[in-house]
């Protein structure tokens, strides 16, 4: 989806190396969600915020940490990078309103490679 | 927990024919349920939802899927499968305890052959 936007989309770096990955998105939701993809475990929650000063850990946080700079980024940085971090990463948001029955929007991706 | 299963890693079907993708959930209260796709080096595109009301809900391009609490499943259809619609489905399920995001399945890879 256009409106939610990933950089950089694809990134190689190193062990213990600091990294992180931007998400900007122009539908004005405030809610923002980090997924992983990993081939045949589907996607896993890593953090989500609700505004700039609600952020929750979700199932897989250990090793990463995020920042809601203003409604519209959402940034997720791994801290120390190993390779068994590498992965896809999406981000997602979604609109408040109607309780939470509202589908969500993913980004292109960041494919990351830890070597 | 709030969670879903796609039983099949992989489901194979002609052009022509129609498709199902499996699915069934595992929830407390009711089940707010979705269905998105992913294409080759694409994002999750959202192509339905149940929340509430007809067992049977229309998505986008031709997608169909069928709510059955009985055996709580949410199978996704289609009519007469296109080669277009190969592709990654993930089922997914909302999880109020986590701020309302999504629970995703494993996913099913969908080939369809000329």
């Known amino acids: 989806d256009a409106d939610v936007t990933q950089t950089p989309r694809n990134r190689i770096t190193k062990t213990g190396k600091r990294i992180m990955l931007e998400c900007s998105q122009t539908?004005?939701?405030?809610?923002m969600y980090w997924y992983r993809q990993d081939p045949g475990l589907g996607l896993q929650l890593i953090y989500y915020?609700?505004?700039?000063?609600?952020?929750n850990k979700g199932e897989i946080s250990d090793g990463y940490s995020v920042s809601r700079q203003a409604q519209a980024k959402f940034s997720l940085s791994l801290e120390s990078a190993i390779p068994n971090q590498t992965a896809l990463y999406f981000c997602?948001?979604?609109?408040?309103?109607?309780?939470?029955?509202?589908?969500?929007?993913f980004g292109p991706g960041t494919r990351l490679t830890v070597l | 927990a709030q969670s879903v299963a796609q039983p099949e890693d992989q489901v194979n079907v002609a052009e022509g024919n129609p498709l199902t993708v499996k699915c069934t959930y595992s929830?407390?209260?009711?089940?707010?349920l979705f269905w998105y796709v992913q294409y080759p080096n694409r994002g999750l595109q959202f192509l339905l939802k149940?929340?509430?009301?007809?067992?049977l809900v229309k998505g986008s391009y031709g997608f169909e899927a069928e709510f059955n609490k009985s055996q709580t499943s949410f199978h996704l259809k289609k009519p007469s499968a296109l080669v277009s619609d190969s592709a990654l489905y993930f089922c997914?399920?909302?999880?109020?305890?986590?701020?309302?995001?999504?629970?995703f399945g494993k996913g099913t890879s969908l080939l369809v052959t000329p």
């Open positions: 997602a948001t979604s609109d408040p309103t109607s309780g939470g029955s509202n589908e969500q929007f």
């Open positions: 929830v407390s209260g009711n089940p707010y």
């Open positions: 539908k004005g939701h405030d809610r």
């Open positions: 915020s609700f505004d700039v000063k609600d952020i």
């Open positions: 149940y929340i509430t009301g007809d067992n």
């Open positions: 997914a399920v909302r999880d109020v305890y986590s701020g309302y995001a999504l629970n």
